[in-house]
């Protein structure tokens, strides 16, 4: 950060009037260079039913409830969000996946309806115009979205929803959902080792590895719109990295509700 913007933030953080003038220009700024999905107002996030487990995983015996937790995984293509992902899947029972709609060709080991839904230009527009999306973002000349429905049902059920989306998807669930979204960003130790990697899966041809590496470096400077950044070197110390990650957000006083009920009881 040079030391202009260091200064900027510096007055603002000190003055609330310029504070919120700051965040109305930034706000703007965002909404300018991003011709995607505006943020979706009625995503609700007062409408979720607190019947998540308390902390300590006895919500019924001692009240406690907490809201769910929206924990949104990106990297650049290739640096394994998918391999932490299927890890914390297997690991978490109270953690279910966002399906995303994708415009995209199926790749072959892909199953449609459980690594995406696959869908056509003229389906992914249909879906856009009745807002059936929460966010969605053009990613490699292609459309992909995150169909609301499920999530809502998830949320309803109890569950944290885990998201495997880019940071244009991060930034709009932040600006819907706030303080229920939890953003984790995973680099790759190194380009050199990212290449290794794109090339080892043997899903993309030459050309499309070659587009995925030149859009990582713009990927990965997107870092500072995320809570937590882990680098992926070993893959069972990244995950445990992410999953602890898990465990404290769900731990979060500001998540927990019933708490007065318990306090009362305890105290009296
Ligand atoms: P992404 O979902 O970010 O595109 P993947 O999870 O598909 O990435 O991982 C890309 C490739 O790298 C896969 O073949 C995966 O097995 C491998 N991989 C993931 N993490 C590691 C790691 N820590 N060390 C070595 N290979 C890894
Ligand atoms: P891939 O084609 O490799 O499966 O995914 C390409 C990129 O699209 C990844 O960075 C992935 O996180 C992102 N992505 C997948 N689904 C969604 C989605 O629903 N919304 C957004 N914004 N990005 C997505």
Request: aromatic content about 8%; proline content about 5%; hydrophobic content about 40%.
């Amino acid at each position: 950060m040079g030391q202009a913007s260091i200064s900027a933030a510096t007055v603002a953080s000190n003055n609330p009037r310029i504070a919120s003038e700051v965040f109305a220009a930034a706000a703007q700024h965002w909404l300018d260079a991003h011709p995607i999905a505006p943020p979706l107002a009625h995503m609700d996030p007062a409408a979720q039913t607190d019947s998540h487990p308390g902390p300590d995983g006895h919500g019924d015996a001692h009240g406690f409830r907490r809201r769910g937790v929206l924990f949104v995984l990106s990297s650049p293509s290739g640096a394994g969000k998918s391999t932490i992902a299927r890890k914390l899947l297997a690991a978490e029972p109270e953690l279910g996946m966002s399906v995303s709609a994708t415009t995209r060709p199926i790749r072959p080991g892909e199953v449609d309806g459980k690594d995406y839904h696959f869908v056509d230009l003229e389906e992914f527009r249909r879906m856009v115009a009745e807002d059936e999306f929460l966010e969605w973002a053009h990613v490699f000349g292609h459309r992909y979205g995150t169909p609301r429905a499920q999530i809502e049902t998830m949320l309803a059920a109890g569950k944290d929803v885990l998201f495997d989306i880019d940071w244009q998807g991060a930034q709009q669930l932040f600006q819907i959902a706030g303080g229920d979204v939890v953003r984790v960003f995973i680099f790759p130790p190194s380009m050199e080792e990212l290449r290794r990697r794109l090339s080892g899966r043997a899903t993309d041809s030459a050309e499309v590895i070659e587009a995925r590496m030149a859009r990582a470096a713009n990927e990965v400077s997107h870092w500072d719109g995320y809570d937590y950044v882990l680098v992926n070197d070993d893959v069972e110390s990244c995950f445990e990295g992410v999953r602890t990650i898990l465990c404290a957000e769900r731990l979060k006083r500001s998540r927990q509700t019933g708490l007065i009920g318990f306090i009362r009881r305890l105290t009296r």
